[in-house]
């Protein structure tokens, strides 16, 4: 069975270093999300991707948060300079097309960061 | 946005069916509710979705009711491994808003 691909599974840094994780959507997946989920709550969309092209960063902290999805297939999150805050888990999804009906996000495993 | 409201935690004898219920009186006419669910330590699982009818598959059945204002999702015969946060997610334009999630316990 396909499934969405990560790594590094835990990576652990200090503040201020920067941090970077991978995911390969199922193949075929044009659609593909970055989620955040601190410990204790529901995960928080980050951003979403329509092949290459960014469909919502809305509640991606530009400031320091980047992601790209350069030839509309793996995808790299990236965060510089890390903070205290930012230890989460990085969760990864794919999905055929724009999620509606018939549409379901499959997961990955997740990256757990910690910073220290 | 169409929030969802699940209580936080329900407990469910092995064996038996659990039933987990899910408020979403503020959903529109075109919006699918999902189902995911989260074992400890690992990425949601995709359950089952449906918009107005009944649906089953092999993990699950739901049941929404004809005003589409509440759901039920239900496992019918719960074992050990279906220990779990379950989530129910109203998809918003191919958005998954979580909430919190009702934590089920399945104890021996």
């Known amino acids: 069975e396909a499934e969405v691909a990560q790594s590094p599974r835990y990576k652990i840094t200090e503040k201020s270093q920067a941090v970077a994780f991978w995911c390969d959507p199922i193949?075929?997946?044009?659609?593909l999300y970055w989620y955040r989920q601190i410990l204790g709550q529901g995960p928080e969309l980050l951003v979403q991707f329509q092949d290459e092209s960014v469909v919502d960063d809305s509640q991606l902290p530009k400031d320091r948060f980047s992601a790209e999805r350069l030839k509309g297939v793996d995808s790299t999150l990236k965060i510089q300079p890390a903070e205290l805050g930012d230890s989460a888990m990085y969760l990864c999804?794919?999905?055929?097309?724009?999620?509606?009906?018939?549409?379901?996000?499959?997961f990955g495993p997740g990256t757990r960061l910690t910073v220290l | 946005d169409a929030k969802t409201t699940q209580p936080p935690s329900m407990d469910c004898a092995e064996g038996r069916a659990a039933n987990l219920p899910c408020n979403h009186s503020t959903i529109s006419g075109n919006e699918y509710v999902y189902w995911y669910r989260q074992i400890h330590s690992q990425g949601p699982q995709y359950i089952i979705h449906g918009l107005k009818n009944n649906e089953t598959n092999e993990m699950a059945s739901l049941i929404i009711t004809e005003d589409r204002k509440s759901s039920t999702l239900i496992l019918p015969h719960a074992t050990l491994r279906d220990t779990a946060v379950y989530y129910c997610?109203?998809?918003?334009?191919?958005?998954?808003?979580f909430g919190q999630g009702t934590e089920l316990s399945v104890k021996p």
């Open positions: 999804a794919s999905s055929r097309g724009l999620a509606g009906g018939g549409n379901e996000q499959f």
């Open positions: 193949s075929g997946h044009a659609t």
């Open positions: 997610i109203v998809n918003q334009g191919g958005k998954l808003i």
